[in-house]
């Protein structure tokens, strides 16, 4: 299966320091969870193309 998305991202409930990726997939519209260590490992670019889709640039104040 090829990885299509990440659509979200969580956090297990009870260990707060495990961050698993909604990830979409080529042959599916079905979302698994997958471990961040794995995302990162096989699919660095998508997450890269996300979390620059995801996060929004604020410019710095300039107003004294």
């Known amino acids: 299966h090829e990885p299509r998305s990440i659509v979200g ?3 297990k409930i009870m260990d707060k320091s ?10 599916s519209n079905i979302a698994t969870h997958e ?8 699919c ?12 929004e640039i604020v410019p710095p104040n300039t107003n004294g």
């Open 18 to 27: 495990v961050i698993y990726y909604q990830i979409r997939w080529e042959d």
């Open 35 to 42: 471990l961040s260590s794995l995302v990162r490992e096989r």
């Open 44 to 55: 660095p670019q998508l997450l890269l193309d996300f979390y620059q889709e995801s996060i």
């Open 9 to 11: 991202v969580t956090r």
